[in-house]
């Protein structure tokens, strides 16, 4: 449909809600005022697609209106021209030249000519990037001509720079060298390449596209998008690329008069602040010398290193006597540093922010002297690179990288044209921490940190407190307007203020969703009464730690599906899954719903969290622990069934003796005025934490027909409300602290799910998609082997069918009805859930996938009421036994068997009967991770032997008869682990794989 807002055509989708309407309103005025907006919209308001199409629609508005005017100038022009024929004064061309401008119009597709302003679209990662591509191409505006800027990590296909480069430093200087020497097939011609009708077929290009379009016409992906780029109406980037000067510099991204959107901008203060912030150390440059030194030595021809030249041609801008003078510069920085008086070990010293140029001052670097070094050290970078090519050990030039960053963030930043005024406004937001060099040893099993010994060793933090600067270098390049938007923005205030940028337009949209749809609550106590208080100094409280993990419990055994768990850091969430491990809080928790923890590197992360959103449709739903501001806090989709619920457990504050939050604290209250209206220190502190819950809270409600619940399991929030997005703030309003009770609390929920499922419609089950979660190899691979099971079993349900002919219908129908009811029967007696006064147990841990780095477990208990009930359990779970049950598939197979078939039956009536369930169960396959879990699930002294037994049969000392002989042992006392000796294969040899089949098939039955 087409909306008309302040004279504007939109074409939106559907009938906009009023918030939305309100939402486009705003960002219509700020373009056409050419003015800055700041607008807060919750997740799941259409947020994304109201900024797009809006923008969009507004400026094909200005481009129709630009280009009929300038043609009707251009026209008159030509006329005028045309009629001064006889004016000697205009040569031939000229009136050749306007007679062509008359006859022929300029192409209005050309954004350059015309002088149309550029939407330069931004946010904080690729995937939330990916996420706003997708809209505007199943928007009505997916025919304007869009691209997105990566880095060479994603969009480099030269085969030679990824197999030497590692880094994305090496990449980019492996690049460099090529293009420099023109060896990179894919850099030429990139221009005619971007003109090529292949390229206008797909107009809205995300990373995927121009990967798949450089590889379909031998053109560089990264090359081509800056091209692009050039004529593109809309241009996609994350946001560290626009508020980095150095990276903008380098993308040549014109800014003059463009309309700039930083979309999840609640990260934009911090962005801005750590690009314009620099490290270097005593180490980087020792490290830049031994990179001079290197160098020198090549070009001196030493022996040593003259079989590395691979071009005696290379032409070089630069000789050994440069690289002597740049070392001696390099050893007075060294010697520079070294003099600064010495440092406490805990504090160190801080000086203003012009201490940095003092310092290059002293070593002959300043505003003067700085592009020609910088030039000089990108030389001799691409030079080693060169060098260096195809030497796995070969110096790479970390050291001078690491200078050089540090150079231009230093004086990248200068603007001013009065140096003296700008040292001013460096000392007021930057400061200059000197601290000494820790090195970091393995001891006794631990990491430690201790002070080199190594003459004077220190690390030079140059720190940007004010987020102004970063935002300041955008209004130098005149841009148009910029528009900052996110779900969690608020307080609106205290942002606008450390941005220091004119703000004229601003929002704070409710929610878009009915206050039954979500339930929002403080919990102050846990069941047993203790106070759930997440303070520094209650961290070590044991109390605390049990009564939040039956809290948990609590809550997990009435919430359907999925739910969110987040902790402030990875420490203090391994200590919660330490305490509720020794405890057997985890156990039963894990017997509610298997549990899966968010992992630190971004191929285990993938993982998981591929097997928790497999999970979460399931009767038992899934847990996710993850950590705030984390991998999970933002950027992937939880709608419907993925969260139904998020816990917060602890606030986030920041480590309150950390150097850098405390000269953040101590440079905004001295710096708090009546004019610019900042925070002080401690509200920056407590905001700080704030926003990062609110982040997480954003998880649960993704669309307009979601629901779920929000509980913050710590009673220190009730101070913390008023920081809380006001869409939250609504809901606790009628809560009374002193009036809370965990029961009832549990209670409620139970009810708020039960009617939240009879009045919300079914949501769709929607597929993974690839753009957030890869699926891994050994993902794939299991799931692979679950299909070809399943099409097994098929196979044999045709023969059953087959058989069933033969046989009278109603006479077989009987017998089976009969054969099935004996079977219930058994099961009813030896299931996992057993009668209630018998000493036959099956204890079945991680019943569900496991998650690539959790410490977890699953029992299949009677479910506890009490902590006392939870100690019985586990204590008679050490005395269990196994039932083996008749195998069900025999019985049903053919009504008249064969001698051969009544002495399978007896040899399977012997074996032990597993469920399929849990051989089927999706566990980790890598080696570590396998061992991680299997520790978990298996006594300790088995465990040993597993260890030690397949140790010794990797190296050849134990045969493998002795190794599957280990196997029978251990699995068939824990058939319910039976997954484990399944997925054992990654351990064997490959001829060997086809025994760990014969074992299981000659000692274990699988049933249904």
Not at 205 to 227: F, W
Not at 332 to 352: A, C, H, M, N, S
């Amino acid at each position: 449909m087409i909306l008309d807002i302040n004279g504007i055509e939109i074409k939106f989708p559907f009938e906009p809600y009023p918030l939305q309407k309100d939402y486009m309103t705003k960002v219509i005025q700020a373009l056409e005022g050419r003015q800055n907006a700041i607008l807060e919209s919750p997740t799941g308001t259409g947020k994304t697609l109201c900024l797009l199409t809006a923008s969009l629609g507004w400026l094909m508005k200005t481009k129709k209106e630009t280009f009929e005017n300038d043609n009707i100038n251009l026209q008159e022009q030509a006329v005028h021209i045309i009629d001064q024929l006889k004016d000697t004064q205009y040569s031939k061309n000229d009136v050749s030249k306007m007679v062509y401008l008359y006859n022929n119009p300029q192409d209005k597709n050309n954004k350059r000519q015309w002088n149309t302003p550029t939407i330069i679209y931004t946010s904080r990662t690729h995937s939330q990037l990916t996420q706003a591509v997708q809209e505007l191409k199943n928007s009505d505006y997916r025919n304007v001509e869009s691209v997105s800027l990566g880095s060479r990590d994603q969009l480099c296909i030269n085969q030679d720079v990824l197999k030497e480069g590692k880094t994305s430093s090496e990449k980019n200087n492996l690049c460099q060298l090529k293009v420099r020497k023109k060896q990179c097939k894919f850099r030429e011609g990139i221009d005619r390449t971007a003109q090529l009708p292949k390229v206008a077929e797909i107009p809205v290009k995300d990373i995927e596209d121009l990967v798949e379009l450089g590889k379909s016409c031998n053109a560089c992906p990264y090359y081509l998008s800056r091209e692009l780029a050039k004529k593109a109406d809309i241009i996609f980037m994350p946001y560290n690329y626009l508020l980095d000067p150095k990276i903008l510099k380098a993308f040549q991204v014109d800014l003059k008069d463009a309309i700039v959107i930083l979309d999840e901008a609640h990260n934009v203060e911090k962005v801005c602040e750590e690009t314009a912030s620099i490290t270097i150390t005593s180490t980087d440059i020792a490290n830049c010398i031994n990179d001079i030194t290197h160098v020198m030595k090549i070009l001196n021809k030493d022996n040593e290193f003259e079989y590395m030249l691979e071009d005696e041609e290379t032409e070089r801008d630069f000789n050994i006597e440069d690289c002597a003078k740049l070392k001696e510069i390099v050893l007075k920085l060294e010697e520079t540093v070294d003099k600064i008086d010495q440092v406490y070990q805990r504090q160190g010293r801080t000086f203003p922010g012009r201490k940095i140029f003092e310092i290059f001052n002293e070593a002959g670097i300043d505003i003067n002297s700085y592009s020609v070094i910088r030039r000089l050290i990108d030389g001799l970078i691409i030079f080693l690179t060169q060098s260096s090519a195809g030497n796995l050990f070969g110096r790479k030039g970390g050291g001078l990288m690491k200078l050089m960053e540090v150079l231009e963030t230093a004086f990248e930043s200068i603007r001013a044209n009065n140096f003296e005024e700008y040292l001013r406004e460096m000392d007021k937001g930057y400061r200059v921490h000197v601290e000494i060099e820790m090195e970091t040893k393995k001891k006794d099993g631990a990491w430690v940190s201790q002070p080199k010994l190594n003459r004077n060793p220190k690390v030079i933090n140059f720190w940007c407190f004010h987020p102004g600067f970063g935002m300041s270098h955008l209004l130098d390049r005149q841009v148009r307007t910029i528009i900052l938007t996110s779900g969690t923005l608020a307080p609106l205030k205290p942002l606008i203020s450390e941005l220091a940028i004119q703000i004229d337009h601003r929002l704070e949209n409710p929610h878009i969703i009915k206050p039954s749809q979500v339930l929002v609550k403080i919990i102050n106590n846990g069941p047993d009464k203790e106070p759930l208080t997440g303070s520094y100094d209650n961290r070590e409280n044991q109390a605390y730690l049990k009564s939040m993990g039956m809290t948990i419990v609590g809550l997990c055994r009435v919430i359907p599906n999925g739910v969110l768990v987040f902790f402030p850091s990875y420490p203090l969430m391994n200590k919660f899954i330490e305490v509720w491990q020794s405890c057997g809080i985890y156990k039963t928790l894990y017997e509610i719903k298997p549990i899966f923890v968010e992992p630190r590197s971004k191929e285990d992360f993938q993982d998981s969290i591929k097997q928790y959103y497999e999970h979460v449709t399931s009767k038992q739903g899934a847990i996710y622990m993850a950590v705030l501001r984390g991998k999970v806090s933002e950027g992937l989709d939880f709608n419907d069934h993925n969260a139904r619920a998020v816990m917060i457990c602890g606030i986030p504050f920041p480590p309150m003796l950390d150097p850098r939050v405390v000269l953040k604290k101590k440079y905004l209250d001295l710096n708090r005025n009546a004019v610019n209206q900042l925070q002080t220190g401690q509200e920056w502190y407590v905001l700080e934490s704030v926003r990062a819950v609110n982040q997480a809270i954003g998880r649960v409600i993704r669309h307009k027909d979601d629901y779920g619940a929000i509980f913050l399991c710590d009673r220190r929030f009730h101070s913390q409300k008023n920081q809380l997005s006001r869409w939250i703030q609504s809901h606790l309003a009628s809560q009374n602290p002193g009036e809370v009770n965990c029961g009832k609390i549990i209670g409620e929920t139970a009810r708020f799910f039960r009617l939240a499922k009879e009045t919300m419609p079914e949501p769709k089950i929607r597929e993974i998609q690839n753009e957030n979660i890869e699926s891994s190899s050994n993902a794939s691979s299991m799931t692979n082997d679950y299909l070809k099971q399943q099409i097994k079993q098929e196979s044999m349900n045709e023969i059953y069918k087959t058989k069933l002919n033969d046989q009278n219908d109603e006479e077989y129908k009987n017998y089976v009805a009969l054969m099935k009811a004996k079977i219930k029967s058994e099961a009813s007696n030896y299931n996992f859930m057993g009668s209630l006064n018998r000493d036959i147990k099956v204890i079945n841990f991680n019943s569900a996938a496991s998650t690539s780095t959790s410490s977890s477990s699953n029992v299949k208990l009677t479910r506890p009421s009490s902590p006392q009930d939870v100690q019985d359990m586990e204590n008679a779970s050490k005395k269990r036994r196994f039932k083996m049950i008749p195998n069900a598939n025999q019985i049903f197979s053919s009504e008249i068997k064969t001698d051969e078939e009544d002495k399978k039956q007896i040899n399977n009536e012997r074996k032990i009967s597993v469920r399929r369930e849990d051989y089927n169960r999706i566990i980790p396959t890598t080696r570590k991770e396998f061992m991680e879990q299997l520790k978990l699930v298996i006594p300790l002294d088995k465990y040993k032997s597993y260890i030690k037994t397949m140790l010794s049969y990797e190296k050849n000392e134990t045969s493998i008869e002795e190794t599957l002989k280990m196997l029978t042992t251990i699995f068939l006392n824990y058939p319910e682990q039976i997954c484990f000796l399944r997925v054992a294969k990654i351990f064997m040899k490959k001829n060997h794989y086809h025994l760990i089949d014969e074992l299981i098939s000659n000692h274990f039955v699988i049933v249904d």
